[in-house]
């Protein structure tokens, strides 16, 4: 282990990784998914499943605001795992995190130009070609491309300018979102929910429907963990960071159980079931009938492009700053760990993860789909790792200074690991609801299988510097150590110090004569 001072500008206030946090978890699936939650569990129903999906990820989060503010370090998972399980175990869960990051980048690149085909029917021009049944325009891999070339530049001038950016866009999702909430109060109807309260009619169905929406809410919930990607630029104390991570998990449950409930007070069932057979934008149209008028619907869906917006960006800073942990670790080439003399940010990372976000949308947004759920797995994989670094330090390194303890830690890192554990499953158990397909499968094994090529091949170039956890210090403790160098050096070094205050006491004894 090596020490050395930040390189990062501290320029992340408390208000900035709140918005990046909830910003991260708030994407577009508010928008289009509600009508399918509200189907599975019923408008109560899918609002309990959501609360109960977030109490999951509260215990995983929990875990998330003790490590990192005992380790405020950029790279987060990458120095918690390297901390508990050594280099390897380190690799596997930042390998697992980036791809994570990088797929729903890129994801987001499809996203938002296909959003603006609801706002601009007449906006695809050009046929170029079809992928997976997609068709591919011209005017819609133009502006992906555009949008992701401003997003990066965005994030390479640096993580302030990015905070700015999450900030103007959370507040417009949030706006769109109590606009609905509060005209659904004022002009919805209990009524609406007869019928639709719950999936069922019995206690047994309705359970099941409520754990059904339970497990697949915790994939809505990933991006609260770029807070500790990003440890480094925060301007805040270790332990309020804590707090921080774990306010963006409750608001983020907060609002996604309002929006379920505003919905089924403006819609009966019949027509959440007549949206969805139209355009699938349940959520928009809600708010179209809560204002009686077309045009409402459409600053819904602004706020959804917002909510893409907000998910790229924030998946855009955690992945460089994981690919920055791991190249300053030695584990993938050096060249990632450069920072932008001016602005202090990953710019190699940035710039890769960049290009693949341009490059994406000419795979086509069905292919991409593939990617992002292949990514979710990704993310829930390190979180389980997390959760096992969690306990593992706790026994490891009891002593370890601790600004945010969690108590009853036994419990609770218990929880956070079968929680964390069952989210991976979902993945893999056939007919879970959430298992990935066999393109999906491919996509996990050959990210996997590069980080095997990566890990021998970085392993042989940098012999014994790999794997090796540089560890951040204070300015006053980098202040105490010395450079490497000579005796000669060192003379140099005490001959001018002791010069200096030779020179104060002259000065001193002259102004008293």
Same mark, same amino acid.
């Given at each position: ?19 990046? *946090? ?79 990051? @990088? ?99 019995? *206690? ?25 990607? *990003? ?36 819609? #009966? ?29 459409? @600053? ?47 710019? #190699? ?94 996509? @996990? ?55 200096? @205050? ?12």
């Amino acid at each position: 282990m090596t020490q050395k001072k930040s390189e990062f500008n501290k320029v992340l206030n408390a208000w900035d990784i709140l918005v990046i *946090a909830f910003g991260a978890m708030i994407g577009w699936g508010w928008v289009v998914s509600t009508g399918g939650w509200i189907e599975k569990g019923g408008v109560i129903g899918a609002a309990l499943g959501f609360a109960i999906g977030g109490i999951m990820i509260f215990f995983v989060g929990l875990t998330y605001a003790e490590l990192t503010a005992a380790m405020p370090q950029c790279g987060g998972e990458h120095v918690f795992s390297y901390r508990a399980m050594g280099a390897t175990g380190s690799f596997i869960c930042t390998w697992m995190i980036v791809l994570g990051y @990088v797929s729903v980048a890129c994801f987001e690149a499809c996203a938002f130009p296909t959003i603006i085909t609801y706002l601009w029917p007449g906006f695809l021009k050009g046929y170029m070609y079809t992928v997976a049944g997609f068709d591919i325009y011209a005017s819609w891999l133009i502006t992906a491309i555009v949008i992701a070339f401003l997003i990066m530049l965005i994030n390479i001038i640096g993580a302030k300018t990015a905070a700015i950016l999450q900030t103007v866009l959370t507040c417009i999702i949030g706006g769109a979102g109590i606009l609905l909430i509060v005209a659904s109060v004022i002009n919805g109807t209990v009524d609406n929910l007869d019928g639709q309260i719950f999936a069922g009619t019995t *206690a047994g169905v309705n359970i099941k429907a409520i754990i059904g929406v339970a497990a697949m809410s915790p994939f809505y919930f990933i991006g609260f963990d770029v807070i500790p990607q *990003a440890a480094e630029e925060i301007n805040v104390p270790p332990k309020k960071i804590g707090n921080i991570l774990i306010l963006s998990v409750v608001l983020a449950v907060i609002f996604y159980a309002f929006v379920i409930i505003a919905v089924g007070f403006v819609m #009966n069932p019949g027509d959440i079931i007549a949206s969805q057979e139209a355009t699938g934008l349940v959520t928009a149209d809600a708010m179209a009938a809560a204002f009686n008028t077309k045009i409402m619907a459409k @600053v819904i869906i602004v706020g959804g492009m917002c909510g893409i917006v907000t998910s790229w960006n924030s998946f855009l800073l955690g992945g460089s700053r994981a690919m920055y942990s791991m190249a300053e670790s030695y584990m993938i080439p050096k060249f990632f760990a450069k920072l932008h003399p001016k602005h202090k940010t990953p710019v #190699n990372a940035l710039i890769l993860i960049g290009i693949l976000t341009m490059l994406a949308p000419f795979a086509g947004r069905k292919m991409l789909v593939w990617i992002s759920d292949a990514g979710n797995f990704g993310c829930c994989f390190a979180y389980c790792m997390v959760a096992l670094s969690f306990m593992i330090l706790r026994k490891k390194e009891p002593d370890m200074p601790r600004p945010y303890k969690v108590p009853c830690h036994k419990f609770f890192g218990t929880m956070a690991v079968i929680m964390s554990g069952f989210m991976v499953a979902m993945y893999c158990i056939p007919g879970s609801g959430g298992d990935l397909i066999i393109q999906e499968w491919l996509m @996990v094994l050959g990210w996997s299988a590069l980080g095997v090529v990566f890990y021998v091949v970085c392993k042989v170039k940098y012999k014994e510097s790999f794997g090796t956890l540089v560890e951040i210090i204070s300015d006053e403790d980098a202040a105490t150590l010395m450079p490497e160098a000579d005796e000669e050096e060192l003379d140099k070094v005490i001959d001018a110090a002791i010069d200096r @205050v030779l020179m104060q006491k002259s000065d001193l004894i002259g102004g008293t004569v």
